[in-house]
């Protein structure tokens, strides 16, 4: 059972980190955002297989975009 307000507040505190950069002339030129969506919320509770290959997947593109930015001046 997913939680809809958890990930509405997750992303909500990301907007407002992002605008808190942006006004304060801290917002780098290019950004990017990785998210996972969750499946199971319980305490305790295992990642599932879902979320596990959604992370190895994650780690594989920052890792590509560390390397290679794709045209963009590195950080």
């Not at 307000?5 to 030129?29: D, E, H, M």
């Not at 890792?63 to 963009?72: D, I, L, T």
């Amino acid at each position: 059972m997913w939680n809809e307000r958890l990930i509405s507040v997750s992303f909500a505190k990301a907007g407002q980190a992002i605008g808190l950069a942006r006004s304060l002339g801290q917002l780098p030129p290019h950004l990017i955002v990785y998210a996972i969506e969750g499946k199971n919320f319980t305490a305790g509770t295992a990642l599932s297989p879902e979320v596990e290959n959604a992370m190895r997947e994650v780690v594989e593109r920052v890792a590509s975009e560390v390397q290679e930015p794709a045209g963009r001046p590195p950080c």
